[in-house]
C-alpha cells in the first residue's frame, strides 16, 4: 500500500495548530517540525490511503497503479482527498475538540469515498474497462438436427434451413 499524501502536504492544506492539537495526546500541542514524523499523523495518512484503495476496488473504475501513476492537478486532488479523509481520523480520535468540524469532515468523506465506490471519474483518467473477447455461442448443426423439429419432420413444405457454417 502506498501512502498518497505525506505529513507536508496536510500540512499545506491544513492549520499546523489544529494538527498539533489533534495528534497530541496531553495538553501541550505537537510542534510543526515534530509533526513531519508523527506516529498518529502517520498512521492517519495510512488509514485515509487505505480507505480511498478499499473504495477503488469496489467501484472497479481505477486500480491502484492508475492512481500512483497521478501528475498534476489530478495528483493535487488525490493528495487533497487523502488530507480530508485523514483530517476525518484526526477528528475522530477527539471528536469532543471540534464537533463541528467532526461532522463536516464525517460528510465530506462519506461523499469522497462514495464517489470512489460508485465509479465516478473523480480523476481525469480513462476508465479501468476490460471489453474482453466477443464469443458467439449457439446451438451446432448436430445438435439443431437432433432436435427432430416440425421443419425437419415435413420435408418439402417448409423452406430449407439455413445452418450456421462454422459450428
Same mark, same amino acid.
Given at each position: 500500500m502506498s501512502r498518497y499524501?505525506?505529513?507536508a502536504d496536510i500540512l499545506?492544506?491544513?492549520?499546523?495548530r489544529d494538527i498539533g492539537d489533534l495528534?497530541?495526546?496531553?495538553?501541550?500541542?505537537?510542534?510543526?517540525s515534530d509533526l513531519l514524523a508523527d506516529p498518529k499523523l502517520l498512521a492517519a495518512l495510512d488509514d485515509a490511503s487505505g480507505e480511498i484503495e478499499a473504495a477503488?476496488?469496489?467501484?472497479?473504475?481505477?486500480? !491502484?497503479? =492508475?492512481?500512483e501513476? $497521478?501528475?498534476?492537478?489530478?495528483?493535487?486532488? @488525490?493528495?487533497?482527498?487523502?488530507?480530508?479523509?485523514?483530517?476525518y481520523h484526526l477528528l475522530a480520535r477527539r471528536p469532543r475538540?471540534?464537533?463541528?468540524?467532526?461532522?463536516?469532515?464525517?460528510?465530506?468523506r462519506d461523499t469522497y469515498l462514495d464517489q470512489l465506490r460508485t465509479g465516478v471519474n473523480v480523476f481525469a483518467l480513462a476508465e479501468n474497462i476490460d471489453a474482453g473477447t466477443v464469443h458467439v455461442d449457439g446451438?451446432? !448443426?448436430? =445438435?439443431?438436427?437432433? $432436435?427432430?423439429?416440425?421443419?425437419?419432420?415435413? @420435408?418439402h413444405y417448409y423452406p430449407a434451413r439455413r445452418m450456421?457454417?462454422?459450428r
Open positions: 499524501a505525506e505529513p499545506d492544506r491544513k492549520d499546523w495528534c497530541s495526546d496531553d495538553s501541550s500541542q505537537v510542534a510543526v477503488l476496488v469496489v467501484g472497479g473504475r481505477y486500480t !491502484v497503479s =492508475q492512481l501513476g $497521478l501528475t498534476g492537478t489530478s495528483l493535487a486532488h @488525490l493528495k487533497r482527498i487523502t488530507c480530508e479523509l485523514a483530517m475538540l471540534s464537533p463541528d468540524q467532526y461532522e463536516m469532515h464525517s460528510k465530506l446451438p451446432s !448443426v448436430v =445438435q439443431i438436427i437432433d $432436435l427432430n423439429l416440425m421443419r425437419d419432420q415435413t @420435408l450456421p457454417g462454422s
